[in-house]
């Protein structure tokens, strides 16, 4: 038995294995590399091929539709679908698809080749339960092409039957006093309008506030960062320094110019005694000397300036000194942070699909991981205005909140924990079903 027969009996019997649709999901989406090469994948399914919806991606554990991928993504399957070729398995390129799309594709720094596969049902005449979308550095071969449709059919017959499955099945309510039941719905309704304040949960960090930030003085390279992560420095102390080969040959430069022209100017200044004729050049000699005088303090101060020093005393935020080592820097880049510990704040990441309307000094709680049972309590002090994106692509609002004074111990830079935002106060109706509210309001265009 060769290898691709073993792996692919492998992967359909990890399918028929799967005890839920977000086993099967990530089955698909993460374990068809064995059979078919890709390089990202993500699974759309839907009742129809019209209501096809990005439900799984490969590499992120769940999907974040805000995320410009997943919006693009589900733009070239609405493309695909009206072109009435969304039944077939087809390999697609940007050039197939419109400009506006093809131009995200390769902003996107995507793999050229993307392998249309739909998932189809043989039990109801082939109807089309979802599409997996393989994106790849090269085409697929035949024999590929082909375990990939003998795949897409086990996996469309496993996303059938794991949908029919009802986990309510068999309950029903067995009220018997209808008097009852009206008063228990009533005070539910009642209930619904209770006065509650809403709130989100997000990552939090702990960060200074206003640290010195030490930046290259000058264009050049880092020779080399002379202190530790989280080590404690005085004012003054030197923090990192630039190569100075090149400085210091310019130093040297500037010296010996300086020498040369105050011994051309004292040749003329002697033989002026002499030749009155010389005398008419001491001017422009003078000039010459205190340019040199310059240009040899101005060589001198970048010499000196290769040394980065601390303003303050602090701390030192870095993640790795040995990754600094022979970097090229610009002038004003950002080399490390000096913190004061007694200063610091919680920087919170709140994902846009959970932001929420917050007031101003607005109350929050910190569970660091190190503490989770001792919250730490703080006051809302600034949130961005726009959503910025991290390095998963997800989109986040970047909130910053102090702490109390009453805080104590202060927690350390670099802490991690869970921040939770407490924002205006809304019915716990509101409250229960803000999230479904906020997927229909999506799904039906409001």
């Not at 009996?9 to 294995?17: A, D, F, N, P, V």
């Not at 759309?44 to 974040?64: E, F, H, R, Y």
């Not at 599409?131 to 496993?158: K, M, T």
């Not at 009220?175 to 039941?181: A, E, H, K, L, Q």
């Amino acid at each position: 038995m060769s290898d691709k027969v073993a792996a692919l009996l492998g992967l359909e019997q990890q399918l028929r294995k799967a005890s839920d649709l977000a086993q099967l999901f990530y089955t698909l989406v993460n374990q068809t590399g064995q059979c078919v090469p890709y390089v990202q994948s993500v699974l759309a399914q839907g009742s129809a091929l019209d209501a096809l919806s990005v439900v799984a991606a490969s590499d992120v554990p769940t999907v974040d539709f805000t995320a410009p991928y997943i919006v693009w993504v589900e733009r070239v399957i609405k493309y695909q679908v009206g072109s009435g070729l969304a039944a077939q398995q087809a390999i697609l390129t940007a050039d197939d698809l419109p400009d506006n799309v093809a131009d995200d594709w390769r902003a996107f720094g995507l793999p050229p080749f993307l392998l249309w596969q739909p998932l189809p049902v043989e039990a109801r005449e082939g109807s089309i339960a979802g599409v997996h979308l393989l994106f790849n550095d090269r085409r697929w071969s035949e024999a590929e092409l082909g375990i990939s449709q003998h795949l897409a059919a086990s996996a469309g017959h496993a996303l059938f039957a794991l949908r029919q499955q009802n986990p309510w099945q068999g309950w029903r309510p067995r009220w018997r006093n209808r008097r009852r039941n009206w008063i228990i719905l009533a005070m539910l309704a009642a209930l619904m309008f209770w006065p509650v304040r809403v709130s989100v949960l997000a990552p939090a960090q702990i960060i200074a506030r206003e640290p010195w930030v030490a930046t290259a003085p000058l264009d050049g390279a880092v020779d080399r960062v002379m202190v530790e992560p989280n080590q404690a420095v005085a004012e003054g102390e030197v923090l990192a320094n630039l190569q100075t080969s090149d400085l210091a040959s310019a130093a040297e430069l500037a010296d010996q110019a300086l020498l040369l022209a105050e011994a051309e100017l004292k040749t003329v200044q002697q033989s002026g005694f002499l030749d009155p004729r010389q005398k008419s050049r001491l001017a422009e000699l003078e000039t010459t000397v205190r340019m040199r005088e310059i240009e040899r303090e101005y060589a001198h101060q970048r010499l000196q300036r290769a040394s980065i020093r601390a303003a303050v005393p602090g701390v030192v935020v870095l993640d790795d000194p040995a990754a600094w080592s022979g970097r090229p820097v610009q002038t004003g880049e950002r080399i490390l942070l000096v913190a004061d510990p007694q200063r610091v704040e919680i920087e919170i990441r709140l994902p846009v699909k959970d932001a929420i309307a917050l007031e101003e000094q607005a109350a929050v709680r910190l569970f660091l991981d190190r503490a989770p049972l001792q919250p730490l309590s703080g006051q809302l002090r600034h949130a961005a205005y726009e959503p910025s994106e991290d390095s998963g692509q997800q989109m986040f609002y970047r909130l910053v909140a102090s702490l109390d004074a009453s805080a104590e111990p202060l927690p350390r830079l670099g802490m991690r924990g869970t921040a939770k935002v407490y924002g205006e106060r809304v019915t716990l109706f509101f409250y229960l079903f803000r999230r479904p509210i906020t997927a229909a309001r999506q799904w039906m265009g409001w």
